[in-house]
């Protein structure tokens, strides 16, 4: 996979890895995400750098994210539970739904094309980044938060979606549980459970998605994830998970908000400049 670049290259790659897998864990712990939506567009542009196909290139971050977020959604989510901010009865309610959903963007990811994955990731991005960043106290749903079908079909959609964009869940369930007037603390602390419930069976379906692709995928891959990614991600995001679980329960609400808006503004931007490069 590194064989046309230089060493000093390889070097900067993955030091730049390391910093995005530190920069990861905090990510994961203050939102209660389990940093995807930092790892998908980072791996993507290392894959495009190292020659990987268009064809693969965003499935194989996508499924790397994944994988990546494993141990960082468990971690983050032990020390929410510890505090006791987890909402262990959505969460009940949801891991089902959500384990289906994820498995039918998994069937999906088989045949679906490059710019779907893109379009999807920039549109929920989006609409997560304006509902942060603009939203008022004001912006919330009359009455309790829906049970039954209506919640199960909304977990559907969070593993649905979750899956086809490499992320843990956490701006679908915070921003759920924020329209109907949960602490943000709450939310953040319950979308690190969702990440465990997403990341785990997605990247077992990543895994079977792409080994029709193995002829065409860079070398130490296992279907769409890419063991490099692993190697450089995990241990520094699993060093400075707590640190952003400690951040996330002394910052005020609208800072928090604002912060995650921002971020992922950043985030959208980057990406709307490389469908159009």
Same mark, same amino acid.
């Given at each position: #996979?590194?064989?046309?670049?230089?060493?000093?290259?390889? +070097?900067?790659?993955?030091?730049?890895?390391?910093? /995005? $897998?530190? /920069?990861?864990?905090?990510l994961a712990g203050v939102f209660g995400v389990g940093g995807g939506i930092l790892i998908v567009p980072v791996l993507y542009e290392l894959f495009r750098a190292t020659g990987v196909? *268009? *064809?693969?290139? #965003?499935?194989?971050?996508? $499924?790397?994210?994944?994988? +990546?977020?494993?141990?960082?959604?468990?971690?983050?989510?032990? /020390?929410?539970?510890?505090?006791?901010?987890?909402? #262990?009865?959505?969460?009940?309610?949801?891991?089902?739904?959500?384990?289906?959903?994820?498995?039918? $963007?998994?069937?999906? /990811?088989?045949?679906?094309?490059?710019m779907l994955f893109k379009a999807l990731f920039i549109g929920i991005a989006?609409?997560?980044?304006?509902?942060l960043l603009f939203a008022r106290d004001s912006w919330v749903l009359k009455g309790d938060m829906p049970t039954g079908l209506p919640l199960k079909i909304y977990g559907v959609v969070i593993g649905l979606l979750s899956s086809l964009m490499g992320i843990g869940g956490g701006q679908l369930?915070?921003?759920?549980?924020?329209?109907?007037?949960?602490?943000?603390?709450?939310?953040?602390?319950?979308?690190?459970?969702?990440? +465990?419930?997403?990341?785990i069976p997605g990247a077992l379906g990543y895994i079977y998605a792409g080994w029709p692709k193995m002829d065409?995928?860079?070398?130490?891959?296992?279907?769409?994830?890419?063991?490099?990614? +692993?190697?450089?991600?995990?241990? #520094?995001?699993?060093?400075?998970?707590?640190?952003?679980?400690?951040?996330?329960?002394r910052l005020p609400k609208r800072q928090l908000e604002m912060a995650f808006g921002l971020f992922l503004l950043a985030v959208i931007l980057r990406f709307l400049w490389s469908l159009a490069a």
């Open positions: #996979m590194f064989d046309a670049i230089a060493t000093n290259d390889l +070097i900067f790659l993955i030091g730049g890895l390391l910093v /995005a $897998g530190a /920069a990861t864990g905090i196909v *268009e *064809e693969v290139r #965003m499935p194989l971050a996508i $499924g790397s994210s994944l994988a +990546i977020i494993i141990p960082t959604s468990i971690r983050s989510f032990r /020390a929410h539970y510890a505090k006791g901010a987890v909402d #262990m009865d959505l969460l009940k309610a949801w891991a089902v739904p959500v384990v289906l959903g994820v498995a039918a $963007g998994t069937l999906v /990811a088989r045949i679906a094309p490059p989006s609409f997560t980044c304006i509902r369930c915070n921003v759920y549980m924020m329209l109907y007037r949960r602490p943000i603390h709450q939310a953040v602390a319950t979308s690190s459970g969702l990440g +465990i419930l997403i990341s065409v995928l860079p070398p130490f891959s296992l279907g769409f994830v890419s063991l490099i990614g +692993i190697a450089l991600f995990v241990p #520094m995001s699993m060093l400075t998970v707590k640190l952003g679980v400690n951040l996330a329960h």
